[in-house]
Nanobody
Framework: QVQLVESGGGLVQAGGSLRLSCAAS????????VGWFRQALGKEREFIAA????????RYGDSVKGRFTISRDNAKNTVYLQIDTLAPEDTARYYC??????????????????WGQGTQVTVSS
């Protein structure tokens, strides 16, 4: 079992930045790929980014390239999502997910085994 807890969300003005954290406990987190997703009210869940466990390779969703950066610190069992130049359309609940297979995190729809409860990001104009 892997438990995931997201944090770092909140209310921020447009143009600001946030760093979201996905903290894991349980099994060896360093052997899991992790992805970030978001879901705005009334919209479908959207893939943002994913990072592998072995070579730290990354993949980003087409709609978020350039402003989002995913990284991980296995010593802290944490994956981060840096979001810069926030805009009102970034308002959503952000979730992290983990799976031993990178492809299961990046598949459409995602088939990751473990999910967190999410953290809310609200961007005011």
């Amino acid at each position: 079992q892997v438990q995931l807890v997201e944090s770092g969300g909140g209310l921020v003005q447009a143009g600001g930045s946030l760093r979201l954290s996905c903290a894991a406990s349980g099994r060896t987190f360093s052997r899991y790929a992790v992805g970030w997703f978001r879901q705005a009210l009334g919209k479908e869940r959207e893939f943002i980014a994913a990072i592998s466990w072995d070579d730290y390779s990354t993949r980003y969703g087409d709609s978020v390239k350039g402003r989002f950066t995913i990284s991980r610190d296995n010593a802290k069992n944490t994956v981060y999502l840096q979001i810069d130049t926030l805009a009102p359309e970034d308002t959503a609940r952000y979730y992290c997910a983990a799976d031993s297979r990178f492809g299961r995190v990046t598949s459409v729809p995602p088939r990751a085994e473990y999910w967190g409860q999410g953290t809310q990001v609200t961007v005011s104009s």
